[in-house]
């Protein structure tokens, strides 16, 4: 159902406060400004072997000024909730700016920040997609519940040990500008997960398996069975899985056909074409934090990025994705757009500084702070893989396989600093011969330079084999940031990909 902005939130001085800020911002000067009032609200709870291991509730509430004056930009942040300290953020903000172009001129660089033009969207209102506010639920409810799915866990033969945990956010934003924008959002989002673990009491050997259920846009009742994973079921048959992977046989390195579920492509495409395609990163300005990318300006619109198969949107309005906004930090209004098409690199994710320095005529929404004290930074959409209309299901896939390997779930991963060279590991990996799933191996990891793996991909399954996955802890910037991003992708087929034994590379074999 509809839901409606929290009343604790409209009734703090939004407005007021913005007025006073602004306001300051053009007595001084400013060509432009904007304030953003934040409260995020998170809480999380850990059990383990079904009893509490710990819980946290915090709230980051306060305000920000980010101007642009004489070609330059400030900043500033506050949590003093009068008219006269709003104020001062704004002065302390040009001052900022002022400060910052000094060392333009003195660096030489000719460089000034404009941004490029947005439609003024007047006194709008958007809230996520929920049914259940976790927020509303008992807490002893929630604990109840992990505790519940914990038991049931333990009590299955050769499960040692269980881990729960539950992270649930609601962030409320208010955001005002002088060319006119102003807006109020909503957004609720939460991230389950259970690990059992299996201990070999004679050799020591030990393993674990975790769901495989992705964090989500969504409220309460995704843990309820209404949200669309059919919790009873995970559960049921982890400790089964996790059994038979303790018997597991070793992999032998190789060349093998992979076919990847969503559960562990979404991880790929946020590594080698989430990052890669972040535009601030192909131009060089992001470069200290996990690097640049190999997906550089002037190839765009040549690049060959994988198969013609292969279409890659970037979507800031995809329902219950932990990116989706109704508008940014720079108050654009959320977009889809075009990142790969038919293989070929056709879009970029970017802000409004960087569309406009580089003859774009308008942001695809992506600036995004994770507090009220942290500047908005060019932050991630939910970059997904398209399905093919008429694409097969994940078992003919499998089926059109004569030897080769079916990986489900995420686990580890490695990147270089330009997102071109890769290797990631997953919570179950099956053989696959003559197109039959075989039993399931271990120490798998799948290796690539990411245009020769997507350029790889044979087949896409078809839509009733996407889902959409995610995280809640992407990092970018200094002083580092976090967000939550969703990447939603359909099984996948890829052709002569390299396996490495994680075994033998860590032993050095």
């Given at each position: 159902?509809?839901?409606?902005?929290?009343?604790?939130?409209?009734?703090?001085?939004?407005?007021?406060?913005?007025?006073?800020?602004?306001?300051?911002?053009?007595?001084?000067?400013?060509?432009?400004?904007?304030?953003?009032?934040?409260?995020?609200?998170?809480?999380?709870?850990?059990?383990?072997?079904?009893?509490?291991?710990?819980?946290?509730d915090t709230t980051d509430l306060g305000y920000a000024v980010r101007v642009v004056h004489g070609g330059s930009w400030g900043f500033a942040s506050g949590v003093d909730l009068t008219m006269d300290a709003a104020a001062r953020v704004a002065s302390q903000?040009?001052?900022?700016?002022?400060?910052?172009?000094?060392?333009?001129?003195?660096?030489?660089?000719?460089?000034?920040?404009?941004?490029?033009?947005?439609?003024?969207?007047?006194?709008?209102?958007?809230?996520?997609?929920?049914?259940?506010?976790?927020?509303?639920?008992?807490?002893?409810?929630?604990?109840?519940?992990l505790a519940e799915w914990s038991a049931r866990l333990l009590a299955a033969p050769g499960v040692a040990h269980a881990d729960a945990s539950l992270l649930t956010v609601q962030e409320n934003k208010f955001y005002a500008d002088t060319a006119g924008t102003s807006t109020t959002q909503q957004r609720v989002r939460l991230h389950p997960q259970l690990t059992a673990v299996a201990v070999d009491p004679e050799s020591g050997e030990f393993d674990s398996l975790r769901t495989i259920a992705p964090p989500v846009g969504r409220g309460w009742e995704y843990l309820t069975g209404a949200g669309g994973w059919d919790w009873d079921a995970e559960l049921a048959e982890l400790p089964e899985l996790l059994a038979e992977k303790m018997r597991a046989p070793s992999v032998t390195a190789g060349r093998?056909?992979?076919?990847?579920?969503?559960?562990?492509?979404?991880?790929?495409?946020?590594?080698?074409?989430?990052?890669?395609?972040?535009?601030?990163r192909a131009l060089g300005y992001e470069a200290a934090y996990a690097g640049t990318s190999f997906a550089t300006f002037d190839q765009l619109g040549t690049l060959r990025y994988g198969s013609e198969l292969m279409n890659v949107t970037g979507d800031r309005t995809a329902e219950h994705g932990l990116a989706t906004i109704g508008y940014d930090d720079e108050g654009v209004a959320g977009q889809s757009w075009d990142l790969v098409k038919d293989g070929v690199l056709v879009g970029y994710q970017m802000d409004r500084r960087i569309a406009r320095l580089t003859g774009f005529e308008r942001s695809n929404g992506c600036a995004y702070a994770d507090s009220p004290s942290h500047v908005p930074v060019q932050r991630m959409a939910n970059v997904s893989l398209q399905p093919a209309p008429d694409g097969p299901s994940t078992e003919e896939l499998i089926g059109g396989v004569e030897r080769g390997i079916y990986v489900v779930g995420d686990r580890s991963w490695s990147i270089d600093m330009q997102r071109y060279n890769f290797q990631?590991?997953?919570?179950?990996?099956?053989?696959?011969?003559?197109?039959?799933?075989?039993g399931q191996l271990r120490d798998v990891a799948y290796q690539g330079i990411t245009p020769e793996f997507w350029g790889s991909m044979e087949a896409v399954g078809g839509p009733e084999t996407y889902v959409l996955g995610g995280a809640f802890n992407c990092g970018k910037a200094q002083p580092g940031q976090v967000a939550a991003?969703?990447?939603?992708?359909?099984?996948?087929?890829?052709?002569?990909?390299?396996?490495?034994n994680t075994s033998d590379e860590a032993n050095g074999s």
């Open positions: 159902m509809p839901h409606s902005i929290d009343e604790s939130f409209l009734a703090l001085p939004l407005r007021a406060l913005a007025d006073a800020a602004l306001a300051r911002a053009r007595a001084l000067g400013a060509e432009h400004a904007d304030f953003r009032f934040e409260r995020v609200r998170s809480a999380s709870w850990r059990l383990r072997d079904a009893k509490p291991a710990g819980s946290s903000a040009v001052a900022m700016a002022k400060l910052s172009a000094t060392v333009v001129r003195t660096a030489g660089s000719g460089e000034t920040v404009e941004l490029a033009d947005e439609p003024v969207h007047a006194d709008k209102t958007w809230v996520s997609a929920y049914d259940i506010n976790p927020f509303a639920v008992p807490d002893a409810e929630k604990s109840a519940l093998y056909d992979l076919v990847i579920d969503p559960s562990n492509l979404w991880l790929t495409i946020h590594e080698s074409i989430g990052h890669a395609t972040e535009l601030d990631f590991t997953q919570q179950r990996a099956y053989a696959i011969r003559n197109g039959r799933l075989c991003v969703s990447h939603g992708c359909p099984s996948a087929l890829f052709r002569n990909v390299n396996i490495l």
